[in-house]
């Protein structure tokens, strides 16, 4: 079950039998539009505040994704799920709806991950048959929350990124058809002492470098048993800042495709979103949207998804304190590849 | 002339601010407080006016301003009327310019809603 110091082996192989993404406009007219379920034509989606439309992401997601998996709402046994907001709002006013036993997790953007890997821990031990992992974010929350209002027009700088509009929702169940979740590495909290809340890729590349050795010493690999790593939402300048870190650490990372999921979702040369893209629905909408769909059709065999998040509160930032930060990484591949 | 001093006094004005945005990392509000208190505090040298006859709008118009037109109120009713003109000035020259926000603001608000 547990493999090195951080790693957990999933010896009972749980699949994801369903994912569903959900996402707003920018993320609809970025180059993976085509692998999203749905696509909201309006930031608001008909909801009188930011918060309500947000939830609404997730709700969305969720129902999809049972119903990619051919499964009721009955059928489903444990919900785990986080968001950006206060008190993780989005995923509580979800799973009053969903009414599923829940748990609420906090990794910021790692969430995907983070929950993620709960779901599989729980489905590989057998406490659960069908546990539904969701992640969502909106920009505008974010702004609102952790930036100033979206009204304001704030001048943002070039290293800041773009909160993704979006929700994205994966069952894992013990058996089934899909992708197979093989392993988990927990990520620990790494702070260099980075204060601007303006380049938080910076802040979470060490946290995502940490990540990914500990996991290839966990499990005795090397960069090359994947066919692609991905972190999380480190954008242009974090996505950078990892991979020469990698590359002084000596991991052969030139053995694999290391790409970043906030650098896939928009076109960031065209598209206004400054260093790239963030947010807790960044990676789910990216690994379930696109990247599971490529390892379900044996493109990609197996991959590692290093989601990454930075820990601060608005409250921890103002009062002058460093960006805490986090990353978790799982490891997804084709069923029946190996064995 | 007037014109040219405009745009580089205006100008060289909004860059002090950009540069404590970008540089300095402060907040907008942080900016735009500092930025009054200078005003104010360059009104109360007496170099303000001079800068109002050389650069024109370059210096009228920037947040700097606004800090000025508090001091030079106070100053000028402390002269007009005595002591109790420091309170009663601050807000007179200021007062077309925060009557126009309270107004405008409350138009902006019985037609559109913010989400923040």
């Not at chain 1, 079950?1 to 999933?10: A, D, L, Y």
Request: proline letters at 4%; charged letters at 15%; glycine letters at 12%.
């Amino acid at each position: 079950m547990q493999r090195g110091k951080q790693t957990w082996w999933f010896e009972n192989r749980p699949v994801i039998v369903g994912t569903a993404t959900v996402v707003g406009p920018d993320e609809g007219e970025g180059p993976l539009a085509a692998d999203f379920d749905l696509i909201h034509p309006e930031l608001d989606m008909q909801q009188k505040s930011w918060e309500k439309a947000e939830r609404l992401l997730l709700e969305q997601a969720s129902d999809l994704a049972l119903k990619n998996a051919s499964m009721t709402k009955e059928q489903l046994e444990f919900f785990v799920g986080g968001d950006l907001m206060n008190q993780i709002i989005s995923n509580t006013f979800a799973a009053r709806t969903l009414g599923v036993p829940y748990l609420g997790v906090f990794g910021a953007c790692s969430t995907s991950m983070e929950s993620l890997a709960i779901a599989s821990l729980i489905v590989n031990s057998g406490a659960g048959k069908s546990v539904l992992a969701g992640t969502c974010s909106h920009n505008c929350t974010a702004e609102k929350q952790f930036r100033y209002p979206t009204e304001y027009g704030s001048q943002k700088p070039p290293t800041a990124q773009y909160t993704i509009t979006g929700a994205g929702a994966a069952v894992v169940a013990p058996a089934g058809i899909g992708p197979v979740v093989e392993c988990a590495t927990i990520g620990r909290i790494v702070d260099l002492g980075i204060t601007d809340p303006f380049n938080m890729g910076a802040a979470m590349a060490p946290a995502a470098v940490d990540t990914i050795q500990m996991h290839l010493t966990d499990t005795g690999r090397s960069p090359g048993d994947y066919d692609l790593i991905v972190t999380g939402d480190l954008a242009t300048v974090g996505h950078g800042i990892a991979a020469d870190l990698l590359k002084r650490n000596g991991v052969p990372m030139e053995q694999t495709q290391f790409k970043d999921c906030g650098l896939m979702i928009y076109d960031v040369d065209k598209q206004k979103v400054q260093a790239g893209g963030s947010g807790c629905a960044c990676s789910a909408v990216v690994t379930y949207g696109h990247l599971l769909k490529r390892v379900q059709s044996g493109e990609l065999k197996r991959i590692l998804v290093v989601a990454t998040g930075a820990l601060l509160s608005p409250l921890s930032f103002q009062q002058g304190e460093t960006i805490p930060c986090i990353a978790h990484a799982v490891s997804i591949e084709q069923s029946g590849v190996y064995a | 002339m007037i014109y040219l001093w405009a745009f580089l006094i205006g100008g060289a004005i909004c860059v002090i601010g950009q540069l404590m945005f970008d540089v300095g990392k402060l907040t907008p509000a942080h900016t735009m407080a500092t930025l009054v208190v200078i005003g104010a505090v360059v009104d109360g040298l007496g170099w303000y006016e001079p800068m109002i006859k050389f650069a024109g709008a370059g210096v009228t118009v920037p947040i700097t301003s606004f800090g000025n037109s508090l001091v030079h109120g106070a100053l000028t009713e402390l002269h007009d009327t005595g002591w109790i003109g420091v309170i009663s000035g601050i807000f007179k020259v200021t007062s077309a310019g925060i009557s126009a926000a309270i107004i405008f603001s409350f138009l902006a608000a019985l037609v559109v809603r913010p989400k923040g």
